[in-house]
Nanobody
């Protein structure tokens, strides 16, 4: 059974930082591409950041220079370091793991990030 469990969300003031974590089980973690999406109320889910099995990364324009995605294959964990947070970063953040050949996605349950003073 595949599980992705996010943690690290919460309430933070504008300009603050949070680090999200997502621990995976039930997959050969190192083979998978990983990433984070987010969904704000009334908006479509959008890709925030992605890291391939080989370690290549890409980011949404809105988070470039502020967010960093990384992975630790020994811990089956993908991270999203979020700095200089803005109110518009408020959303539920979801991690996913994508099989590199079948393109099948597994999803976590989401973690709420709220940026507000």
């Amino acid at each position: 059974q595949v599980q992705l469990v996010e943690s690290g969300g919460g309430l933070v003031q504008p300009g603050g930082s949070l680090r999200l974590s997502c621990v995976a089980s039930g997959i050969v973690f190192s083979n998978y591409h990983l990433g984070w999406y987010r969904q704000a109320p009334g908006k479509q889910r959008e890709l925030v950041a992605r890291i391939t099995s080989g370690g290549n990364t890409n980011y949404a324009d809105s988070v470039k220079g502020r967010f960093t995605i990384s992975r630790d294959n020994a811990k089956n964990t993908v991270y999203l370091q979020m700095n200089s947070l803005r109110p518009e970063d408020t959303a539920v953040y979801y991690c996913y793991a994508q099989h590199p050949k079948t393109r099948y996605d597994y999803w976590g349950q989401g973690t709420q990030v709220t940026v507000s003073s």
